[in-house]
């Protein structure tokens, strides 16, 4: 960043350049050097922006360009969902397993692909009777087509048994979200009517633009992201006692 030039004895000092900036002449402008000051007769020169100016002894500093973007957390509790964790100034998802530990929930692994805390990675993150479903990273029982799934159906190609695979497998008109294992109300918003959206816990929500769009049900909260009223978007929203905010925007 640029320092400050002091004032000429006849003029007013203004930034220092980017890099350095020279003394001047007795009666002219300095030119680039290390912090120069203005010559008796004439005023420093002003340089490109740094990060911030300091004021010379005759006149303002100019103010730097650039710096770092806006900070969005300062705390943890500021954030939730699929970005519980705050590292400077930014929510992000998991990078170790022991941060997903620190959550607890069940979910000990961290996909470094994602960046999600999941319950498995590998088989044998599961127990001894389950198998790690690699598409949905949940641990279930092992099954084969000869072998019951109570209550869902044999996934054959992963070997673990599933709540559902298509809709027909979900019961009172419910729809199957395949990569939640879940028979839920709605996958997406042609599900839902009245001018409703299907929100991150696949349940159909009000539309909002706006906290004052919501505020029944417990959904008290605009997620700008999917335009609909949820109850969290960060831990803050929870109440504090513990309570963490999930990733589906329910507090625990």
Do not use: K
Not at 45 to 50: I, M, R
Not at 157 to 164: D, E, L, M, P
Request: glycine content about 22%.
């Amino acid at each position: 960043s640029g320092t400050t030039g002091a004032a000429g004895r006849g003029g007013a000092g203004v930034a220092g350049a980017s890099g350095t900036t020279g003394a001047a002449g007795r009666g002219g402008a300095g030119v680039a050097g290390t912090t120069g000051a203005a010559g008796r007769g004439g005023a420093g020169v002003a340089g490109a922006s740094g990060t911030t100016g300091a004021a010379g002894r005759g006149g303002a500093g100019v103010a730097g360009a650039g710096g770092t973007g806006a900070v969005t957390c300062t705390n943890r509790g500021m954030c939730g969902g699929l970005t519980p964790f705050c590292d400077m100034g930014t929510c992000r998802g998991c990078d170790t397993n022991a941060e997903c530990m620190g959550l607890g929930g069940g979910t000990d692994r961290c996909d470094t692909t994602t960046h999600r805390c999941v319950e498995c990675l590998v088989m044998t993150d599961c127990a001894a009777n389950q198998m790690c479903n690699l598409a949905t990273h949940t641990c279930a029982a092992g099954c084969t087509n000869n072998t019951p799934c109570a209550p869902g159906v044999c996934d054959t190609a992963a070997g673990t048994c599933v709540r559902c695979l298509t809709d027909g497998n979900c019961p009172n008109g419910q729809h199957c979200d395949v990569a939640a294992n879940a028979c839920v109300e709605c996958v997406n918003n042609t599900q839902c009517t009245n001018m409703r959206v299907c929100g991150a816990a696949h349940r159909c929500v009000d539309g909002c633009m706006s906290n004052n769009d919501c505020g029944r049900g417990g959904a008290d909260f605009c997620d700008m992201a999917t335009m609909s009223c949820v109850e969290c978007r960060t831990n803050n929203d929870c109440g504090g006692g513990g309570s963490i905010c999930l990733p589906d925007h329910t507090c625990s």
